[in-house]
């Protein structure tokens, strides 16, 4: 049984760039959240998507969207990259009643 | 609001010895209380989970974490730390099913030989 995978596992942009994140969740998982990791800090919530929907937003700017597909995997999208956006970007994924997130393994993203 | 505060930077402890690394949170309502550890470059690892029932929860590796809800805290304990157990352990809080973790900025525990 897979866990959650997330793509790419590195990347690099440069400032005002766009990038995209995916995620593919646990077996049996139907909800999405995304975090943000900057470094020496704990993660902090972007998102969650569920029903192809995003249900619940944390303290983040317009830049940062996503999109949840039927299988039930999932992709953020980051526009206009800054400097402060380089992180690591984990993804977690639940049933949709319980309290326990699966996270991936997380995408490392550095943006010059 | 939910936060929570993990009020050390980094935990040393030698092998063998007992560990504490601590937690406190705050949430409107019952708090759902987690601890994850993270290694080097990974993703997060679930450890243990305080929904609701027993103050004290047992997770994996032996881990367990008190509850206390007079003081606000959720303390991870291990009787006898391992080498391996060297990692960075972060507290959550979440307020209800399903709804976004508010995490703690994490504890770094050195386990030396």
Redesign the interface.
């Known amino acids: 049984d897979a866990g959650?995978t997330q793509s790419p596992t590195h990347l690099i942009k440069t400032r005002g760039q766009q990038v995209t994140l995916r995620c593919s969740p646990k077996s049996g998982h139907d909800?999405v959240?995304w975090?943000q990791q900057a470094l020496g800090?704990?993660?902090?919530?972007i998102f969650?998507y569920?029903e192809e929907e995003e249900?619940?937003r944390?303290n983040f700017p317009d830049r940062f969207s996503g999109h949840q597909f039927p299988n039930y995997s999932s992709e953020l999208n980051v526009n206009a990259l800054l400097l402060g956006d380089s992180a690591l970007y984990?993804c977690?994924s639940?049933?949709?009643?319980?309290?326990?997130?699966?996270?991936?393994?997380?995408t490392?993203l550095t943006v010059l | 609001a939910q936060s929570v505060a993990q009020p050390e930077d980094q935990v040393n402890v030698a092998e063998g010895n007992p560990l504490t690394v601590k937690c406190t949170y705050s949430v409107s309502g019952n708090p759902y209380l987690f601890w994850y550890v993270q290694y080097p470059n990974r993703g997060l690892q679930f450890l243990l989970k305080y929904i609701t029932g027993d103050n004290l929860v047992k997770g994996s590796y032996g881990f367990e974490a008190e509850f206390n809800k007079s003081q606000t805290s959720f303390h991870l304990k291990k009787p006898s730390a391992l080498v391996s157990d060297s990692a960075l352990y972060f507290c959550a809080v979440g307020g209800n099913a399903g709804n976004m973790l508010t995490f703690g900025g994490g504890t770094r525990l050195m386990v030396k030989p």
């Open positions: 959650v909800t959240s975090y800090q704990g993660p902090q919530f969650q569920y249900r619940q944390g984990l977690a639940s049933l949709p009643r319980s309290h326990e997130q699966f996270f991936g393994p997380g490392r």
